[in-house]
T-cell receptor, first 114, second 116 residues
Framework: AQSVSQHNHHVILSEAASLELGCNYS??????LFWYVQYPGQHLQLLLK??????LVKGIKGFEAEFIKSKFSFNLRKPSVQWSDTAEYFC????????????FGSGTQLTVLP | GAGVSQTPSNKVTEKGKYVELRCDPI?????LYWYRQSLGQGPEFLIY????????DSGLPNDRFFAVRPEGSVSTLKIQRTERGDSAVYLC??????????????FGQGTRLTVV
């Protein structure tokens, strides 16, 4: 069975600060990796995804994530956050080469202070 | 519509009652997923459809929960004899690809179910 751990439950930053949100997964095979974001009152939206290839993945709104296979990690980064990045962020995985359901982490609430 | 549509957006029901939650996926999407999200948690998988059939229903918590997708598009999640512990946001997602292909899922706004 797969599992996903997001160690930071709530992160508070000031605008222009750099962001790194941790995500570790457990699975006995190769995986697809995702970061989803949920802005207040909105539905879950895909920020970025990794299927294969370059382990450094760039997504929307200046976000990026790096897949480190040896550490089973897929941390999300942004060099300079904005107030509009305030949202909940979810890391998710599913088995590589499949359309199977996602296993999500418990989420990280990011609050950016203006 | 352009996205995944879920109705109703909010549902309040009394303990013991039956409820149906509807999901209208993006047109042409073959895969459909139901998740449940409790406060402070990530979405938890319930059931996954490919076309009309349930490819994986291992996430349904007990036999009070059932879902159908009779024509391979709209899906209904049915909960019998609701309990207060069923209160959560029920999320639906769809994706355009078939079983053995990497894909991304597109989520609806969810139905917030409250059992009183």
């Amino acid at each position: 069975a797969q599992s996903v751990s997001q160690h930071n439950h709530h992160v508070i930053l000031s605008e222009a600060a750099s962001l790194e949100l941790g995500c570790n997964y457990s699975y006995g095979g190769t995986v697809n990796l995702f970061w989803y974001v949920q802005y207040p009152g909105q539905h879950l939206q895909l920020l970025l995804k990794y299927f294969s290839g370059d382990p450094l993945v760039k997504g929307i709104k200046g976000f990026e994530a790096e897949f480190i296979k040896s550490k089973f990690s897929f941390n999300l980064r942004k060099p300079s956050v904005q107030w509009s990045d305030t949202a909940e962020y979810f890391c998710a995985v599913n088995p590589s080469g499949s359309a199977r359901q996602l296993t999500f982490g418990s989420g990280t609430q990011l609050t950016v202070l203006p | 519509g352009a996205g995944v549509s879920q109705t109703p957006s909010n549902k309040v029901t009394e303990k013991g009652k039956y409820v149906e939650l509807r999901c209208d996926p993006i047109s042409g999407h073959t895969a459909l997923y139901w998740y449940r999200q409790s406060l402070g948690q990530g979405p938890e998988f319930l059931i996954y459809f490919q076309g009309t059939g349930a490819a994986d229903d291992s996430g349904l918590p007990n036999d009070r929960f059932f879902a159908v997708r009779p024509e391979g598009s709209v899906s209904t999640l049915k909960i019998q004899r609701t309990e207060r512990g069923d209160s959560a946001v029920y999320l639906c997602a769809s994706s355009p690809t078939r079983t053995a292909t990497n894909t991304e899922a597109f989520f609806g706004q969810g139905t917030r179910l409250t059992v009183v």
